[in-house]
């Protein structure tokens, strides 16, 4: 099938690029000139695994390209998929503008000799933006066209995002006509997943709902670590024995810093939103909310506890982007975490796998220094601080980073050092939701 994506950014570039890999034919379509040139001389504008090597092949395959030219996008393409931001005003409610005005785009891009045309929302969008979008092509496409809005909430994971979209546990469809339906049916046919048919409105209730569970989940695990370090127990072994109960799962239990990310953030504040608009509000997320903001500062506290006073601290970060295998740094706790070590007049050497060029740009204006090695960060700090979750940071040389540091002060807000391993190293261990691991003084 012929399909053109709007919106060539971490869900449009992966989603269109899975689309080609399984036989469509695929136009995507930014309004970001550099964005578009880059990408048809084979550079890549973001850092996602294994996204490279299959955009090479499928557009040396003929079955996908890279355009500014929207109109001609929706002339050729009988399907055509909306994946732009939809960031968070600041009171919290969704920025449906750059909706707005691709929907636009598209009802001028119509003509009705073109034959029928589904629009499909991919971007997170509040319950009814649907039939909002139907309205701005009532209105701005000429009389004649025939046409469809379709929602089709996205899943993926930053970091794991090609293998998501070929292997989804499900594909949610909400559509209002079978029409439709039935050929969105056959976009999806060779991912042989199962397919959640429904209407448009709970297709795009179901993207809310569910990022906001999975911060839920999130923010339970963390108030949990809050009480096992005060009564001593394990938060890991805590969420091991709750999680082998097939009803919870062991998955999004994981206690460290807090979620954070371009999604779960502002989609949790849009489903606030959404729900208080509506007049039936959603206050448990308020204290999803509130129990994230409070993991940050309860480790903030603990490090300046052990540390008394972090000016002129000498502080190594591990991890820039907001989870592994991404460069994305949007809403990061970790640019949040050293941005407060840096006002706290702390000395930050910092380092990411993935993004080191997208943190810089995030912390500018913060005296922070961007190494270009995990263990030249590390070299005369006072403190280490593993702010995500890489791999490499669990594989640590940690007798190495031991020698290289000043004093042997690791905290590990994402509990993936082997703590056994740290204190055999000769550090001190602060995990989150866990006993302190202290070398005994011989
Ligand atoms: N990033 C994720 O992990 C993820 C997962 C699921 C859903 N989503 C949702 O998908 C949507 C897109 O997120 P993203 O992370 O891909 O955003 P992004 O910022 O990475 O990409 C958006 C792209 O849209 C382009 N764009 C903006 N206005 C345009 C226009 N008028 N015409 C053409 N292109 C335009 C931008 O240049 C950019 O390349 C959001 O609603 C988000 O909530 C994101």
Not at 83 to 94: F, L, R
Not at 351 to 374: F, H, N, Q, R
Request: negative net charge; hydrophobic residues 40%.
């Amino acid at each position: 099938m012929n399909l053109a994506i709007i919106g060539t950014g971490y869900v449009g570039l992966t989603t269109g690029t899975c689309f080609a890999e399984v036989g469509h034919k695929v136009i995507c379509v930014d309004n970001n000139e550099a964005k578009v040139q880059s990408l048809r001389e084979g550079k890549m504008p973001i850092y996602e695994p294994d996204l490279e090597e299959m955009i090479v092949s499928n557009v040396s395959a003929g079955r996908l390209e890279f355009t500014t030219d929207l109109a001609a996008a929706v002339r050729e393409c009988e399907i055509v998929f909306i994946a732009v931001p939809t960031p968070p005003h600041e009171d919290g409610s969704v920025d449906l503008s750059y909706i707005e005005g691709v929907s636009r785009e598209i009802a001028e891009s119509l003509t009705p000799d073109m034959g029928y045309r589904i629009l499909v929302d991919k971007s997170t969008v509040p319950v009814s933006t649907g039939s909002k979008v139907h309205q701005v092509i009532d209105r701005y496409a000429p009389a004649g066209v025939d046409i469809d809005v379709v929602s089709n909430p996205e899943f993926l994971r930053e970091g794991s995002a090609v293998y998501d979209l070929l292997n989804p546990d499900r594909i949610v469809i909400g559509a209002d006509s079978q029409r439709a339906m039935d050929m969105m049916k056959r976009v999806y046919q060779p991912f042989n997943a199962p397919i959640v048919e429904v209407d448009l409105a709970s297709a795009e209730l179901i993207k809310h709902a569910a990022n906001s569970f999975l911060a839920l989940k999130i923010s339970y695990i963390n108030a949990v670590s809050a009480v096992c370090e005060k009564a001593g127990a394990d938060v890991e072994l805590v969420a091991m024995g709750i999680g082998m109960d097939k009803r919870i799962s062991r998955h999004f239990l994981n206690a460290g810093l807090g979620y954070g990310g371009s999604c779960f953030p502002k989609d949790v504040k849009g489903f606030i939103n959404v729900a208080e608009q509506l007049g039936a509000p959603m206050e448990i997320l308020k204290e999803v909310e509130r129990v994230n903001e409070a993991q940050i500062e309860r480790f903030l506290g603990r490090i300046r506890k052990k540390m008394w006073v972090l000016r002129k601290k000498r502080i190594a970060v591990w991890g820039i982007a907001f989870k592994q295998n991404t460069d994305d740094v949007r809403e990061s706790v970790a640019v949040k975490l050293i941005k407060r070590l840096c006002e706290e007049g702390a000395h930050v050497t910092a380092y990411d796998p993935k993004a080191a060029e997208t943190g810089a740009a995030a912390l500018s204006g913060y005296d922070v220094t961007i190494c270009d090695d995990m263990y030249e960060c590390v070299r005369d700090a006072e403190v280490l601080v593993v702010a995500t979750e890489w791999k490499q940071f669990a594989m640590a040389n940690l007798v190495k980073v031991r020698e290289l540091m000043r004093l042997p002060i690791l905290f590990d807000g994402r509990n993936i050092i082997h703590g056994e391993n740290a204190l055999h190293a000769g550090f001190e261990y602060h995990s989150v939701g866990r006993r302190t691991l202290r070398p005994t003084k011989s």
